[in-house]
């Protein structure tokens, strides 16, 4: 090695050459001479050329099925094994390289992505010759696999005999490559680059060679648009090595460089004159007992040990190298490591060599040399996959970011660009004002001031998936279990967050729109949305008509809003004064349950009507129980009625009350609010499977509606007969709501104590006394009026009512 000393930074420019290619001009036109012939002859130009520079003749250019299956034999198992291991790190250090889809919205309606694609048709050149090798075909092979490259080829250059190294194809074999052309050299990139009848031409080119290979490589992207991983040179490494360094180690090091050839590269520095000194003698003793102490030598005359003062010097050279290699061979190398700034891949600390990295700890060694290490990255998953860039836009991200590029493509003098966007923004005004109901709904604004403000300002959620509405991706967008399910039915993946098939069915049937419909985890998830859309907590109001359904109550105590109360009439209609109460409240919505629970009865059609026209809020009509009375839905109603919203379950007449499902029927617009604050998959796949199919059977609705009615005739022909029944309220529900002679609350127990469970509502107001029954089967009903004249008989002859003490 040639040994310098302490020489001040001005001289360092000379230090930091690399051997001046001198022959560079003459390799270029042999390099050129070699892509004309290969143009020229194609498969015939690449036999000729192996004969002539490979000293192989060959019949044919593809390794053949039988040589493949010949090959792991040939392979000992210690190398099979240890080549097995080197892959796992290779591929689980690659595989982590892999990045997520990029998926933002920038501005509001302006969705911009970033997806990893593979290169399609990939070439590995893996260099063979006095030492095939196949480690470089691991290095390119694992990650162009883990990519997914759909075409991969490997060039490799044929020994004499015509045959390739069977480590190379049992490695080939690993890594499912069937594909290995006998080719060599300048030729080999040649046809890569151009194709040939055996060889397809490639995208990109990937692999390390000799100095004809990098100018073939530089020459095919130069003027055949093929990509290369990178410009590529001699072999190199640089190593940094204090006084805590070990020379034996050292030296080791530079060896495992100096070998590659001639012309690799090798860089001693070191703030320690006795540690050059020493690894100078160790060089020496072991040169001795290297089999390519031939190579290494001629490799080391062109090398330099150079002493300097400190750390930051030793760092400061390296970084101006920007070597392919950087050894720290210090003790404090993480700390030295922090400041490098130009290498391929640096190895850090005594115990670290390069060959590792070289074989098997998992980094790739195909890493730029000659300086390139300031500009380049080694190959990685990276080089293997293009990143496309994706994006979509909304009528509102049009409208948003339009004027923008209009400003900026006018200000450039690209008037083409700006009118690209000016026409569509023409479009979209055209299409708003052609909507008769968007017009009618933005002109009246029916709900001007009854939208919270923080939904107004809130965005609509959108799933990934709506994008491929009609396709089948792969979904690899929302975490879910891609292998199925636990349990026999698969419900792996999430559920349609807009419900379309129920929506559609449901439409048809109720004759509405299905943007008309929001469906909930039963009606009482509408409920609440209703408070949480129009009130802001601690600030707005409710209005509730008591005796009515709690949860109206529990979802604005939940949602700390507040109740206003408007009480029902002893005959459980709306008072009088209703409309004009109500005209002159800042409540945002009233709740009018019709059929009402826990009375039964149908609220007056006139009061509803005369709500609707002087209430400035949302009149919510629950039709929980519609299905059982003969009046006519509300839903019929909308169109006339913008803040209308009419309530319907399945958890009632259709028996579905285990599904857990509900419907809200409005105007489109006020739908659209409850799409923005919905969960996103608020129904769950199995709710919306059955529920389908429901919808499909729904003709035998009116079947069984017939039988709970017939079952609520008896129950009023037989209640009466029971002494301690003092009342049954008029019911067009499923249910009666009964007063008792005696304590509503000993009548509850006393049931409860017969296995009987009823729902008390003495506390209800007007309820005084009261219990609502719930119509069942024949048989319940029937057990139901047995217990209740029980009862009445143990108070008739003034037995203590106590509950029985099991
Ligand atoms: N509204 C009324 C009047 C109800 O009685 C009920 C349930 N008892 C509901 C709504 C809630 O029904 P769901 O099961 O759809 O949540």
Redesign the pocket.
Known sequence: MQVYSNPAPSAWSALLQRPAAAEAPQVAARVRAIFDQVRAGGDAALLSLASELDKATLTRLLVSEAEFAAAAAQVPAELQAAIGQAKANIEAFHAAQREPELRLETAPGVVCSRRAVPVQRVGLYVPGGSAPLFSTLLMLGVPAQLAGCPEVVVCTPPQPDGSVSPVILFVAQLLGISKVVKAGGAQAIAALAIGTETVAAVDKIFGPGNRYVTAAKQLAAAEFGVGIDMPAGPSEVLVIADSSANPAFVAADLLSQAEHGPDSQVILLSDSSLVLEQVQVEITRQLATLPRRDVATQALETSRAILLPDAAAMLAFSNQYAPEHLILATDNAEALAAGVTNAGSVFLGHLTPEAVGDYASGTNHTLPTSGYARQYSGVSLDSFVKKITFQRLTAVGLRGIGPVVETMAEAEGLAAHARAVSVRLAALSTEAEATPAATEATAANPYAGLIRPSVERMQAYSSARDEFEGMAPVMLDANENSLGSVGPDDFSRYPDPHQRAIKTALAKLKDVAPNQIFL?N????A?DLLVRLTCTPGQDSIVICPPT?G?YEVAANLNDVRVERLPLTPDFQLPANAAQTLAASTAKLVFL?SPN?PTGNLLALEALETILRSFKGLVVV?E??ADFADTPSWTTRLAEFPRLVV?Q????AWGL?GL???VAYAAPALIAYFDKIKPPYNISAATQQHAHAALAAAPSLSEMRAELLAGRTWLLEHLPQVSIVEHIFPSDANFLLVRFTMDATVVYDQLQARGIVVRNRTSQPGCAGCLRLTVGTPDENTRLVAALHEISQLAGVGQPLVVAAE
């Open positions: 909930g039963g009606s009482d998830e409920i359904y949860m349950c629970n629950d929980a129980y309530l379950t399945f958890s009632k009350a857990r499902l509900g």
